[in-house]
Protein backbone atom coordinates (compact mmCIF):
# COMPACT_ATOMS: atom_id res chain seq x y z
CA UNK A 1 0.00 0.00 0.00
CA UNK A 2 1.34 3.25 -0.66
CA UNK A 3 1.95 5.96 1.88
CA UNK A 4 -1.36 8.05 1.13
CA UNK A 5 -3.44 5.20 1.77
CA UNK A 6 -1.81 4.76 4.96
CA UNK A 7 -2.43 8.56 5.66
CA UNK A 8 -6.56 7.84 4.66
CA UNK A 9 -6.48 5.11 7.30
CA UNK A 10 -4.83 6.80 10.24
CA UNK A 11 -7.12 9.63 9.80
CA UNK A 12 -10.51 7.21 9.97
CA UNK A 13 -8.68 5.43 12.92
CA UNK A 14 -8.64 9.18 14.32
CA UNK A 15 -11.65 10.07 13.54
CA UNK A 16 -13.46 6.92 14.85
CA UNK A 17 -11.54 7.06 18.32
CA UNK A 18 -12.65 11.10 18.64
CA UNK A 19 -16.26 10.13 17.72
CA UNK A 20 -16.64 7.39 20.58
CA UNK A 21 -14.76 9.85 22.63
CA UNK A 22 -17.24 12.43 22.34
CA UNK A 23 -19.80 9.95 22.36
CA UNK A 24 -19.03 9.46 26.21
CA UNK A 25 -20.70 12.21 27.79
CA UNK A 26 -24.15 11.86 25.93
CA UNK A 27 -23.85 7.83 26.78
CA UNK A 28 -23.25 8.66 30.53
CA UNK A 29 -26.16 10.84 30.79
CA UNK A 30 -28.95 8.89 28.81
CA UNK A 31 -27.95 5.54 29.35
CA UNK A 32 -26.34 5.75 32.76
CA UNK A 33 -28.50 8.00 34.57
CA UNK A 34 -32.21 8.51 35.18
CA UNK A 35 -34.47 10.71 33.55
CA UNK A 36 -34.76 13.46 35.96
CA UNK A 37 -30.81 13.47 37.05
CA UNK A 38 -30.14 14.12 33.07
CA UNK A 39 -30.37 18.55 33.37
CA UNK A 40 -28.23 18.63 36.06
CA UNK A 41 -24.71 19.38 33.88
CA UNK A 42 -22.62 19.42 37.51
CA UNK A 43 -23.70 15.85 38.08
CA UNK A 44 -23.39 14.31 34.75
CA UNK A 45 -19.55 15.77 35.37
CA UNK A 46 -19.10 14.22 38.44
CA UNK A 47 -20.19 10.79 36.69
CA UNK A 48 -17.84 11.46 33.73
CA UNK A 49 -14.40 9.37 33.81
CA UNK A 50 -11.47 12.68 34.21
CA UNK A 51 -10.32 11.89 30.66
CA UNK A 52 -13.63 12.14 29.02
CA UNK A 53 -14.98 15.49 27.23
CA UNK A 54 -16.69 18.16 29.50
CA UNK A 55 -20.20 17.17 30.37
CA UNK A 56 -21.42 20.60 27.78
CA UNK A 57 -20.43 18.06 24.87
CA UNK A 58 -23.45 16.03 25.04
CA UNK A 59 -26.39 15.63 22.87
CA UNK A 60 -29.26 16.76 24.50
CA UNK A 61 -33.12 15.32 24.47
CA UNK A 62 -35.59 18.04 23.05
CA UNK A 63 -39.20 19.19 25.04
CA UNK A 64 -41.06 16.17 22.64
CA UNK A 65 -38.56 13.47 24.15
CA UNK A 66 -38.15 13.77 27.57
CA UNK A 67 -41.05 16.40 28.31
CA UNK A 68 -41.23 19.77 29.71
CA UNK A 69 -42.79 23.79 29.93
CA UNK A 70 -43.42 24.68 27.00
CA UNK A 71 -44.14 28.59 27.28
CA UNK A 72 -44.77 31.79 25.59
CA UNK A 73 -44.75 35.34 25.91
CA UNK A 74 -45.93 38.44 24.54
CA UNK A 75 -43.91 41.38 24.96
CA UNK A 76 -46.26 44.37 25.16
CA UNK A 77 -44.30 47.00 23.42
CA UNK A 78 -47.05 49.37 22.70
CA UNK A 79 -47.20 50.06 26.79
CA UNK A 80 -43.72 50.86 26.57
CA UNK A 81 -43.51 53.27 23.66
CA UNK A 82 -46.24 54.69 25.91
CA UNK A 83 -44.06 55.00 28.87
CA UNK A 84 -41.33 55.63 27.01
CA UNK A 85 -42.81 58.82 25.29
CA UNK A 86 -43.66 60.05 28.36
CA UNK A 87 -40.67 59.95 30.34
CA UNK A 88 -39.18 61.53 27.18
CA UNK A 89 -41.52 64.63 27.33
CA UNK A 90 -40.52 65.16 31.00
CA UNK A 91 -36.75 64.93 29.86
CA UNK A 92 -36.93 67.45 27.24
CA UNK A 93 -38.66 69.56 29.79
CA UNK A 94 -35.94 69.02 32.25
CA UNK A 95 -33.11 69.61 29.80
CA UNK A 96 -34.93 73.16 28.45
CA UNK A 97 -34.96 74.60 31.99
CA UNK A 98 -31.55 73.13 32.46
CA UNK A 99 -30.39 75.44 29.22
CA UNK A 100 -32.48 78.26 30.49
CA UNK A 101 -34.66 78.47 26.80
CA UNK A 102 -37.59 78.50 28.98
CA UNK A 103 -40.31 77.13 31.04
CA UNK A 104 -42.43 74.50 29.25
CA UNK A 105 -45.12 71.65 30.36
CA UNK A 106 -45.59 68.37 29.22
CA UNK A 107 -48.83 66.81 28.03
CA UNK A 108 -48.72 63.33 26.56
CA UNK A 109 -51.38 61.68 24.03
CA UNK A 110 -50.53 57.43 24.99
CA UNK A 111 -52.83 56.35 22.21
CA UNK A 112 -51.18 58.56 19.30
CA UNK A 113 -47.76 58.32 20.51
CA UNK A 114 -47.59 61.93 21.09
CA UNK A 115 -46.59 64.38 23.26
CA UNK A 116 -47.22 68.66 23.33
CA UNK A 117 -44.66 71.27 24.72
CA UNK A 118 -46.44 74.17 25.78
CA UNK A 119 -44.35 77.63 26.50
CA UNK A 120 -44.87 79.29 29.49
CA UNK A 121 -43.95 82.41 27.21
CA UNK A 122 -44.81 81.95 23.65
CA UNK A 123 -41.62 84.26 22.39
CA UNK A 124 -39.67 81.48 23.87
CA UNK A 125 -40.81 78.72 21.90
CA UNK A 126 -39.18 79.47 18.51
CA UNK A 127 -35.81 79.26 19.97
CA UNK A 128 -37.34 76.15 22.14
CA UNK A 129 -38.24 74.63 18.82
CA UNK A 130 -34.89 74.89 16.91
CA UNK A 131 -32.79 73.36 20.06
CA UNK A 132 -35.22 70.69 20.51
CA UNK A 133 -35.55 69.55 17.23
CA UNK A 134 -31.76 69.46 17.06
CA UNK A 135 -30.95 67.77 19.86
CA UNK A 136 -33.93 65.05 20.51
CA UNK A 137 -33.49 63.72 16.87
CA UNK A 138 -35.38 60.69 18.07
CA UNK A 139 -38.75 62.82 17.82
CA UNK A 140 -39.97 64.47 14.85
CA UNK A 141 -42.11 67.34 14.35
CA UNK A 142 -46.18 66.82 14.09
CA UNK A 143 -47.23 70.48 14.11
CA UNK A 144 -47.04 73.64 15.67
CA UNK A 145 -49.70 75.82 16.97
CA UNK A 146 -48.37 79.58 18.88
CA UNK A 147 -46.93 78.91 22.23
CA UNK A 148 -47.76 74.81 21.34
CA UNK A 149 -45.17 72.47 20.03
CA UNK A 150 -46.43 68.42 19.02
CA UNK A 151 -43.66 65.82 18.80
CA UNK A 152 -43.72 61.93 18.38
CA UNK A 153 -40.86 59.74 18.14
CA UNK A 154 -39.35 59.41 14.70
CA UNK A 155 -40.56 55.85 12.98
CA UNK A 156 -37.67 54.33 12.18
CA UNK A 157 -36.82 54.83 16.33
CA UNK A 158 -39.93 52.71 16.99
CA UNK A 159 -39.38 50.02 14.71
CA UNK A 160 -35.61 49.70 16.16
CA UNK A 161 -36.91 50.15 19.86
CA UNK A 162 -39.93 47.22 19.11
CA UNK A 163 -37.41 44.86 17.58
CA UNK A 164 -35.03 45.78 20.61
CA UNK A 165 -37.56 45.26 23.20
CA UNK A 166 -38.06 41.77 22.27
CA UNK A 167 -34.53 41.12 21.52
CA UNK A 168 -34.06 42.30 25.19
CA UNK A 169 -36.84 40.78 26.60
CA UNK A 170 -35.34 37.47 25.64
CA UNK A 171 -31.87 38.13 26.74
CA UNK A 172 -33.43 39.10 30.15
CA UNK A 173 -35.57 35.64 30.01
CA UNK A 174 -32.51 33.71 29.55
CA UNK A 175 -30.11 35.10 32.05
CA UNK A 176 -33.03 34.82 34.91
CA UNK A 177 -33.98 31.32 33.73
CA UNK A 178 -30.29 30.39 33.55
CA UNK A 179 -29.79 31.53 37.23
CA UNK A 180 -32.04 28.94 37.85
CA UNK A 181 -30.01 26.27 36.75
CA UNK A 182 -32.37 24.93 33.98
CA UNK A 183 -30.43 22.82 31.57
CA UNK A 184 -31.00 22.87 27.64
CA UNK A 185 -33.06 25.87 27.99
CA UNK A 186 -34.44 27.03 24.08
CA UNK A 187 -35.73 31.03 23.54
CA UNK A 188 -36.65 32.33 20.44
CA UNK A 189 -38.56 34.65 19.04
CA UNK A 190 -42.31 34.12 17.62
CA UNK A 191 -43.54 36.52 15.13
CA UNK A 192 -42.84 40.19 15.85
CA UNK A 193 -43.87 40.53 19.42
CA UNK A 194 -43.88 36.69 21.21
CA UNK A 195 -41.12 34.54 22.90
CA UNK A 196 -41.58 31.16 22.79
CA UNK A 197 -39.30 29.33 25.80
CA UNK A 198 -38.82 25.52 25.99
CA UNK A 199 -37.73 23.73 29.56
CA UNK A 200 -36.83 20.68 29.08
CA UNK A 201 -37.21 18.54 31.84
CA UNK A 202 -39.61 20.98 34.30
CA UNK A 203 -43.02 19.01 35.30
CA UNK A 204 -44.08 22.41 37.15
CA UNK A 205 -45.89 25.26 35.03
CA UNK A 206 -46.68 27.20 38.15
CA UNK A 207 -42.55 27.40 38.81
CA UNK A 208 -42.30 28.22 35.09
CA UNK A 209 -44.05 31.16 35.39
CA UNK A 210 -42.55 32.01 38.66
CA UNK A 211 -38.95 31.90 36.57
CA UNK A 212 -40.58 33.81 33.57
CA UNK A 213 -43.47 35.38 34.34
CA UNK A 214 -42.21 37.24 37.43
CA UNK A 215 -39.51 39.02 35.06
CA UNK A 216 -40.86 42.38 34.30
CA UNK A 217 -40.48 46.05 33.72
CA UNK A 218 -38.19 47.73 36.31
CA UNK A 219 -38.50 51.31 37.58
CA UNK A 220 -36.91 54.01 40.12
CA UNK A 221 -39.53 56.08 41.56
CA UNK A 222 -39.60 58.42 44.29
CA UNK A 223 -41.80 58.04 47.35
CA UNK A 224 -44.00 60.97 48.93
CA UNK A 225 -42.47 61.74 51.75
CA UNK A 226 -43.74 65.43 51.34
CA UNK A 227 -46.86 63.74 52.46
CA UNK A 228 -46.29 61.32 55.60
CA UNK A 229 -49.95 61.64 57.15
CA UNK A 230 -51.75 60.39 54.29
CA UNK A 231 -52.70 56.91 54.69
CA UNK A 232 -53.41 58.24 58.19
CA UNK A 233 -55.68 60.89 57.24
CA UNK A 234 -57.54 58.01 54.98
CA UNK A 235 -57.67 55.66 57.51
CA UNK A 236 -59.62 57.77 59.70
CA UNK A 237 -61.29 59.97 57.76
CA UNK A 238 -63.03 57.37 55.04
CA UNK A 239 -62.55 53.78 57.33
CA UNK A 240 -62.17 50.69 55.53
CA UNK A 241 -65.15 48.22 54.54
CA UNK A 242 -65.11 46.02 58.27
CA UNK A 243 -64.61 43.02 56.07
CA UNK A 244 -61.34 44.06 53.49
CA UNK A 245 -58.98 43.15 56.51
CA UNK A 246 -56.92 46.25 56.15
CA UNK A 247 -55.42 47.79 58.84
CA UNK A 248 -52.76 50.84 59.83
CA UNK A 249 -49.01 50.22 60.41
CA UNK A 250 -46.11 51.99 60.57
CA UNK A 251 -42.93 51.34 59.32
CA UNK A 252 -39.79 53.32 59.60
CA UNK A 253 -41.69 55.74 61.03
CA UNK A 254 -44.06 56.05 58.20
CA UNK A 255 -47.67 55.63 58.37
CA UNK A 256 -48.89 52.62 55.64
CA UNK A 257 -51.88 50.39 55.45
CA UNK A 258 -52.03 46.81 55.27
CA UNK A 259 -54.03 44.08 53.95
CA UNK A 260 -53.94 40.37 53.08
CA UNK A 261 -56.25 41.11 50.23
CA UNK A 262 -54.48 43.03 47.53
CA UNK A 263 -57.60 43.50 45.51
CA UNK A 264 -59.46 44.67 48.33
CA UNK A 265 -56.44 47.35 49.40
CA UNK A 266 -56.38 48.90 45.78
CA UNK A 267 -60.03 49.47 45.58
CA UNK A 268 -59.69 51.20 48.99
CA UNK A 269 -57.34 53.74 47.72
CA UNK A 270 -58.41 53.78 44.13
CA UNK A 271 -59.65 57.52 43.39
CA UNK A 272 -58.07 58.94 46.25
CA UNK A 273 -54.53 59.70 45.96
CA UNK A 274 -53.53 63.46 45.39
CA UNK A 275 -52.88 64.67 41.82
CA UNK A 276 -49.44 63.06 40.48
CA UNK A 277 -49.34 60.54 42.81
CA UNK A 278 -50.45 57.02 42.61
CA UNK A 279 -50.26 54.04 45.47
CA UNK A 280 -48.40 50.97 45.05
CA UNK A 281 -48.03 47.90 46.83
CA UNK A 282 -45.26 46.08 48.72
CA UNK A 283 -45.31 42.20 49.11
CA UNK A 284 -44.75 41.00 52.36
CA UNK A 285 -43.19 37.32 51.80
CA UNK A 286 -44.80 34.49 53.25
CA UNK A 287 -42.26 33.30 56.28
CA UNK A 288 -43.38 29.58 55.32
CA UNK A 289 -43.84 30.08 51.37
CA UNK A 290 -41.12 32.51 50.30
CA UNK A 291 -43.06 32.68 47.00
CA UNK A 292 -46.12 33.84 48.11
CA UNK A 293 -47.54 37.13 49.74
CA UNK A 294 -48.75 36.89 53.36
CA UNK A 295 -49.83 40.27 52.78
CA UNK A 296 -49.17 44.14 50.99
CA UNK A 297 -48.36 47.24 52.55
CA UNK A 298 -48.93 50.40 50.59
CA UNK A 299 -46.62 53.32 49.66
CA UNK A 300 -47.67 56.36 47.84
CA UNK A 301 -44.95 57.46 45.26
CA UNK A 302 -44.92 60.23 42.10
CA UNK A 303 -47.01 59.09 38.96
CA UNK A 304 -43.12 60.47 37.07
CA UNK A 305 -40.95 57.63 36.39
CA UNK A 306 -37.59 59.44 36.31
CA UNK A 307 -35.44 56.33 35.61
CA UNK A 308 -35.84 52.80 34.53
CA UNK A 309 -33.84 49.03 34.23
CA UNK A 310 -32.75 50.61 30.69
CA UNK A 311 -29.84 52.39 32.15
CA UNK A 312 -28.74 50.09 34.42
CA UNK A 313 -25.29 48.28 33.72
CA UNK A 314 -25.10 45.95 36.65
CA UNK A 315 -25.72 44.95 40.38
CA UNK A 316 -24.03 42.43 43.04
CA UNK A 317 -25.19 41.47 46.68
CA UNK A 318 -22.22 42.58 49.06
CA UNK A 319 -21.12 42.60 53.05
CA UNK A 320 -20.37 46.63 53.75
CA UNK A 321 -17.04 47.25 55.98
CA UNK A 322 -19.13 48.27 58.88
CA UNK A 323 -20.38 44.21 58.52
CA UNK A 324 -23.94 45.65 56.41
CA UNK A 325 -25.51 43.38 53.77
CA UNK A 326 -25.80 45.59 50.57
CA UNK A 327 -26.64 46.29 47.12
CA UNK A 328 -24.38 48.18 44.45
CA UNK A 329 -25.50 49.30 41.38
CA UNK A 330 -24.07 50.91 38.40
CA UNK A 331 -25.80 52.94 35.40
CA UNK A 332 -24.84 53.60 32.14
CA UNK A 333 -23.56 57.23 31.11
CA UNK A 334 -27.18 58.09 30.26
CA UNK A 335 -28.17 56.89 33.35
CA UNK A 336 -25.67 58.19 35.48
CA UNK A 337 -26.44 61.61 34.59
CA UNK A 338 -30.23 61.07 35.15
CA UNK A 339 -29.41 58.97 38.75
CA UNK A 340 -26.86 62.23 39.96
CA UNK A 341 -29.48 65.16 39.28
CA UNK A 342 -32.22 62.63 40.67
CA UNK A 343 -30.68 61.92 43.84
CA UNK A 344 -28.98 65.50 43.77
CA UNK A 345 -32.78 66.73 44.53
CA UNK A 346 -33.86 63.90 46.74
CA UNK A 347 -31.80 64.00 49.53
CA UNK A 348 -33.33 62.28 52.48
CA UNK A 349 -36.55 61.16 50.59
CA UNK A 350 -36.57 57.47 49.86
CA UNK A 351 -36.33 55.72 46.31
CA UNK A 352 -38.69 53.06 45.40
CA UNK A 353 -37.71 49.94 43.35
CA UNK A 354 -40.47 49.30 41.65
CA UNK A 355 -40.67 45.71 39.28
CA UNK A 356 -44.13 44.87 37.55
CA UNK A 357 -45.73 47.79 39.54
CA UNK A 358 -44.37 46.31 43.19
CA UNK A 359 -42.18 48.39 45.85
CA UNK A 360 -39.37 45.43 46.24
CA UNK A 361 -37.44 48.04 48.41
CA UNK A 362 -37.76 52.01 49.16
CA UNK A 363 -33.92 52.75 50.52
CA UNK A 364 -33.46 56.09 51.93
CA UNK A 365 -31.07 58.58 49.63
CA UNK A 366 -28.66 59.89 52.01
CA UNK A 367 -26.58 62.53 50.04
CA UNK A 368 -26.46 63.16 46.14
CA UNK A 369 -24.43 60.13 44.10
CA UNK A 370 -22.33 60.63 40.82
CA UNK A 371 -20.00 58.55 38.95
CA UNK A 372 -22.82 56.30 37.84
CA UNK A 373 -22.48 53.73 41.25
CA UNK A 374 -24.58 53.56 44.00
CA UNK A 375 -24.89 51.59 46.92
CA UNK A 376 -28.15 50.39 48.73
CA UNK A 377 -28.13 49.20 52.46
CA UNK A 378 -30.23 46.77 53.49
CA UNK A 379 -30.71 47.42 57.09
CA UNK A 380 -29.05 46.37 60.65
CA UNK A 381 -29.63 43.40 63.10
CA UNK A 382 -33.28 44.12 64.82
CA UNK A 383 -36.03 44.37 62.83
CA UNK A 384 -34.94 41.36 61.04
CA UNK A 385 -31.90 38.86 61.44
CA UNK A 386 -28.46 39.24 59.63
CA UNK A 387 -29.16 36.56 57.11
CA UNK A 388 -32.90 37.78 56.26
CA UNK A 389 -31.10 40.93 55.64
CA UNK A 390 -28.44 39.25 53.25
CA UNK A 391 -30.71 37.21 51.63
CA UNK A 392 -32.71 40.36 51.15
CA UNK A 393 -29.99 41.87 49.25
CA UNK A 394 -28.90 38.98 47.14
CA UNK A 395 -32.72 38.69 46.11
CA UNK A 396 -32.45 42.40 45.06
CA UNK A 397 -29.45 42.04 43.22
CA UNK A 398 -30.91 39.06 41.42
CA UNK A 399 -33.95 41.68 40.80
CA UNK A 400 -32.07 44.40 39.55
CA UNK A 401 -29.73 42.29 37.32
CA UNK A 402 -32.27 40.09 35.84
CA UNK A 403 -35.21 42.90 35.65
CA UNK A 404 -34.35 45.38 33.35
CA UNK A 405 -37.10 44.78 30.94
CA UNK A 406 -37.50 47.68 28.22
CA UNK A 407 -41.62 46.00 27.99
CA UNK A 408 -44.23 44.51 29.99
CA UNK A 409 -44.03 40.55 29.26
CA UNK A 410 -47.13 38.19 29.72
CA UNK A 411 -47.68 34.58 29.97
CA UNK A 412 -49.47 34.50 26.24
CA UNK A 413 -49.49 30.48 26.57
CA UNK A 414 -47.98 28.02 28.87
CA UNK A 415 -48.27 23.96 28.82
CA UNK A 416 -46.75 20.87 29.86
CA UNK A 417 -45.17 17.61 27.51
CA UNK A 418 -45.50 14.58 29.49
CA UNK A 419 -42.45 13.37 30.53
CA UNK A 420 -44.03 9.55 29.38
CA UNK A 421 -45.07 10.80 25.86
CA UNK A 422 -41.17 11.57 25.90
CA UNK A 423 -40.38 8.40 27.07
CA UNK A 424 -42.36 6.87 24.33
CA UNK A 425 -41.25 9.14 21.84
CA UNK A 426 -37.46 7.93 22.38
CA UNK A 427 -38.44 4.40 22.38
CA UNK A 428 -40.25 4.71 18.92
CA UNK A 429 -38.13 6.72 17.05
CA UNK A 430 -34.92 4.30 18.33
CA UNK A 431 -36.54 1.52 17.38
CA UNK A 432 -37.86 3.18 14.03
CA UNK A 433 -34.17 3.65 13.95
CA UNK A 434 -32.86 0.61 14.42
CA UNK A 435 -35.27 -1.18 12.18
CA UNK A 436 -34.30 0.81 8.97
CA UNK A 437 -30.98 0.72 9.76
CA UNK A 438 -30.55 -3.55 10.21
CA UNK A 439 -33.18 -3.64 6.75
CA UNK A 440 -30.54 -1.47 4.62
CA UNK A 441 -27.66 -3.45 6.26
CA UNK A 442 -29.32 -6.68 5.40
CA UNK A 443 -30.30 -5.56 1.90
CA UNK A 444 -26.84 -3.86 1.35
CA UNK A 445 -24.78 -7.30 2.60
CA UNK A 446 -27.45 -9.80 0.70
CA UNK A 447 -27.76 -7.62 -2.66
CA UNK A 448 -24.05 -6.47 -2.85
CA UNK A 449 -21.69 -8.80 -0.94
CA UNK A 450 -18.58 -7.97 0.31
CA UNK A 451 -19.15 -4.37 -0.76
CA UNK A 452 -21.81 -4.00 0.58
CA UNK A 453 -20.51 -5.19 4.20
CA UNK A 454 -18.03 -2.59 3.41
CA UNK A 455 -20.46 -0.03 2.62
CA UNK A 456 -22.54 -1.48 6.04
CA UNK A 457 -19.17 -0.88 7.94
CA UNK A 458 -19.07 3.05 6.64
CA UNK A 459 -22.62 3.52 7.51
CA UNK A 460 -22.55 2.38 11.25
CA UNK A 461 -19.75 4.85 11.71
CA UNK A 462 -21.72 7.41 9.91
CA UNK A 463 -24.26 6.92 12.36
CA UNK A 464 -21.69 7.50 15.08
CA UNK A 465 -20.49 10.39 13.25
CA UNK A 466 -23.82 12.11 12.95
CA UNK A 467 -24.69 11.88 17.07
CA UNK A 468 -20.88 12.82 17.76
CA UNK A 469 -21.27 15.80 15.75
CA UNK A 470 -24.63 16.98 17.37
CA UNK A 471 -22.76 16.53 20.71
CA UNK A 472 -19.87 18.65 20.01
CA UNK A 473 -22.08 21.66 18.85
CA UNK A 474 -24.46 20.58 21.78
CA UNK A 475 -27.31 19.98 19.70
CA UNK A 476 -30.93 18.91 21.09
CA UNK A 477 -32.21 16.20 19.52
CA UNK A 478 -36.21 16.33 18.72
CA UNK A 479 -38.17 13.58 17.01
CA UNK A 480 -38.03 15.41 13.92
CA UNK A 481 -34.09 15.16 14.17
CA UNK A 482 -34.34 11.21 14.56
CA UNK A 483 -36.13 11.44 11.47
CA UNK A 484 -33.71 13.74 10.00
CA UNK A 485 -30.76 11.36 10.98
CA UNK A 486 -32.40 8.29 9.61
CA UNK A 487 -33.15 9.84 6.28
CA UNK A 488 -29.43 10.70 6.10
CA UNK A 489 -28.44 7.04 6.54
CA UNK A 490 -30.91 6.76 3.30
CA UNK A 491 -28.36 9.51 2.15
CA UNK A 492 -25.63 7.77 2.76
CA UNK A 493 -27.01 4.17 1.41
CA UNK A 494 -28.04 5.76 -1.93
CA UNK A 495 -23.91 7.51 -2.58
CA UNK A 496 -22.72 3.72 -1.67
CA UNK A 497 -25.02 2.06 -4.29
CA UNK A 498 -23.84 4.65 -7.37
CA UNK A 499 -20.54 3.66 -6.49
CA UNK A 500 -21.35 0.44 -6.38
CA UNK A 501 -23.41 0.25 -9.41
CA UNK A 502 -20.87 2.34 -10.87
CA UNK A 503 -17.89 -0.60 -10.44
CA UNK A 504 -20.52 -2.67 -11.97
CA UNK A 505 -20.43 -1.22 -15.52
CA UNK A 506 -16.69 -1.10 -15.63
CA UNK A 507 -16.38 -4.69 -14.68
CA UNK A 508 -18.48 -5.19 -17.09
CA UNK A 509 -16.51 -3.61 -19.87
CA UNK A 510 -13.30 -5.88 -18.65
CA UNK A 511 -11.86 -3.58 -16.48
CA UNK A 512 -9.68 -5.30 -14.34
CA UNK A 513 -10.98 -5.31 -10.43
CA UNK A 514 -8.22 -2.73 -9.35
CA UNK A 515 -9.17 -0.31 -12.56
CA UNK A 516 -12.97 -1.10 -11.97
CA UNK A 517 -12.52 0.43 -8.56
CA UNK A 518 -10.79 3.08 -9.19
CA UNK A 519 -12.55 4.50 -12.21
CA UNK A 520 -15.61 3.39 -10.08
CA UNK A 521 -14.78 5.75 -7.13
CA UNK A 522 -13.62 8.68 -9.61
CA UNK A 523 -16.58 8.81 -12.21
CA UNK A 524 -19.25 8.75 -9.35
CA UNK A 525 -17.71 11.17 -6.89
CA UNK A 526 -19.15 14.59 -8.90
CA UNK A 527 -22.30 13.01 -8.59
CA UNK A 528 -22.61 11.91 -4.80
CA UNK A 529 -20.87 15.63 -4.59
CA UNK A 530 -23.32 17.44 -6.65
CA UNK A 531 -26.32 15.75 -4.80
CA UNK A 532 -25.21 16.03 -1.09
CA UNK A 533 -24.22 19.54 -1.81
CA UNK A 534 -27.81 20.52 -3.31
CA UNK A 535 -29.47 18.80 -0.13
CA UNK A 536 -27.00 20.41 1.82
CA UNK A 537 -27.93 24.15 1.01
CA UNK A 538 -31.87 23.01 1.14
CA UNK A 539 -30.22 22.17 4.50
CA UNK A 540 -29.00 25.78 5.49
CA UNK A 541 -31.98 26.95 4.43
CA UNK A 542 -34.01 25.29 6.72
CA UNK A 543 -32.08 26.24 9.64
CA UNK A 544 -31.89 29.71 8.98
CA UNK A 545 -35.33 30.74 7.97
CA UNK A 546 -37.54 27.83 10.40
CA UNK A 547 -37.52 27.05 14.27
CA UNK A 548 -38.30 24.81 17.04
CA UNK A 549 -38.34 20.87 15.38
CA UNK A 550 -37.65 22.38 11.53
CA UNK A 551 -34.50 23.85 13.08
CA UNK A 552 -33.68 20.09 14.85
CA UNK A 553 -34.61 18.45 11.46
CA UNK A 554 -32.23 20.94 9.12
CA UNK A 555 -29.17 20.48 12.10
CA UNK A 556 -29.41 16.35 11.91
CA UNK A 557 -29.70 16.68 7.62
CA UNK A 558 -26.70 19.10 7.80
CA UNK A 559 -24.57 17.24 9.97
CA UNK A 560 -25.55 13.57 8.33
CA UNK A 561 -24.85 14.72 4.88
CA UNK A 562 -21.02 16.11 6.05
CA UNK A 563 -20.70 12.90 7.71
CA UNK A 564 -22.05 10.70 4.54
CA UNK A 565 -19.67 12.66 2.28
CA UNK A 566 -16.88 11.06 4.67
CA UNK A 567 -17.87 7.73 4.95
CA UNK A 568 -18.95 7.22 1.16
CA UNK A 569 -16.01 8.58 -0.59
CA UNK A 570 -13.20 7.98 2.20
CA UNK A 571 -14.32 5.48 3.96
CA UNK A 572 -15.50 2.73 2.20
CA UNK A 573 -12.71 3.68 -0.70
CA UNK A 574 -9.91 3.30 1.83
CA UNK A 575 -11.24 -0.38 2.83
CA UNK A 576 -12.08 -1.31 -1.14
CA UNK A 577 -8.65 -0.39 -2.13
CA UNK A 578 -6.86 -2.52 1.27
CA UNK A 579 -8.90 -5.85 -0.51
CA UNK A 580 -8.03 -4.78 -4.11
CA UNK A 581 -4.44 -3.37 -4.01
CA UNK A 582 -3.56 -4.56 -0.77
CA UNK A 583 -4.46 -8.04 -1.04
CA UNK A 584 -3.73 -8.21 -4.83
CA UNK A 585 -7.60 -9.48 -6.00
CA UNK A 586 -8.34 -10.33 -9.38
CA UNK A 587 -12.13 -10.02 -8.74
CA UNK A 588 -14.54 -7.74 -6.86
CA UNK A 589 -18.13 -8.85 -5.41
CA UNK A 590 -20.56 -6.41 -6.32
Known sequence: MDRGWWWKFG????????TVWLLIPTYVSLVMMKPEERNNIALVQERLPVWAPPARYRLNLGLDLQGGIHMVMRVDTKTALQKRTERRGLQIARW?????????????DPERLQLTLTAKEPSTM??????????????????????????????????RFEQESVDQAMLVIRNRIDKWGVAELDVRKLG???IQISLPGRSNPEQAKELVGTTAQLEFRMVDDSNPGFFRELFTKNPPPADAGITLTEEDGFPQLKGSNRVALLDYVKGKTPEGREVLLECVANPVKKNECSAYRTYLVNREVPLTGESLESASANISQINEPEVNITFDAAGAREFERLTEASVGKRMAIVLDDYVHSAPRINEKIGGGSARITMGRAGSKSFDE????????????????????VTVGEIRQVGASLGEELIKKGAMAAVVGLALVIFFMAMYYRKTGLIADVALLLNGLLIL?????????????GIAGFVLTLGIAVDA????????????????TARQAVDQGYDRAFWTIFDAHVTTLIAGFILFATGTGPIRGFATTLIVGLLASLFTSIVVTRVITTYFVHGRNAQTVSV
Open 192 to 194: TDS
Open 126 to 159: DAIEKEVLNTFNDFTKVNRDGPKLTLTPDESQVT
Open 96 to 108: VADKKLGEVTVDT
Open 389 to 408: WLGEAQTLALVLKAGALPAP
Open 11 to 18: MIVAVTLA
Open 468 to 480: AGLALFNATLTLP
Open 496 to 511: NVLINERIREELDHGK
